[in-house]
């Protein structure tokens, strides 16, 4: 298990070309890009073309950890849920880049953005809105909205997206995903699902020409790391694990 991993219920690393036209995937180009994948890591053997058109080739989700790799129309993405430790996903995501553009004929005037994302999840079956809430604390100009009789947060996700660079080219956003709707509030018949918090570094290609997308994940990991140790965890990941801790 990673450090990370130690400190959630589920971890990923994912990485993400957003492409400015569709691809047109072709079927050779597809099938030799998964074929070769699947030589570097041999569990990735469940491969399929879903009614959308996007193509998807993954280990099995019920090992509790897996890879996975989704062609879609203008996005190439790669995850690794849970790993083993975060040299075995940063492997597995450098050997992809590292033969993805030559077998899908990736051109560089066709990339917008590179994006390297990772996950945190958390269990949770209770109001998720509220337990943010409580763990990261509301500006004190809300107070008073919360102290009103029977009032209760339905609806409580920051988000906030910062530049890295002058240029602005270079950015980075933390954002939390909720999983309760009012429906469960009122009847207190809450989903077992996760409170995810996601932390994404992104490059704007522009007149970039380098198609060396496997540097580009390790320079976007490498920020995402440093970000991540001196303000994620301390700031967000570790209040959010003791509030659950405690409420549970």
Known sequence: MTAYGSLCDDFGVYSHINFK???????????????????ANPGMTDFERKETGEYTLEEDRELGTHRTVTLEAKRLNAGFVNPEDMEAADAFHENLWDIAPAYLNINTLDVEAYDVTTCFDFNYSGNHDEVVA???GLANQFDSLL?????????????????????CKLQCRLNIETRTSPFMVRTGQFADAPITVYFTVRQYWARNPSSDFKAAYQSLRKQAAEIIDAHVIPSVIRPLAQTIATRQ
Not at 21 to 39: K, M, N, P, Y
Not at 147 to 167: H, K
Request: some cysteine; glycine content about 4%; proline content about 5%.
């Open 134 to 136: 409580e763990a990261l």
């Open 21 to 39: 036209l569709d691809q047109g995937w072709t079927r050779e180009s597809v099938i030799h890009f998964c074929d070769a994948l699947r030589r």
């Open 147 to 167: 102290a009103m009789p029977g009032s209760r947060i339905l609806n409580y996700e920051p988000t906030i997206l910062m530049a890295l660079d002058e240029q």
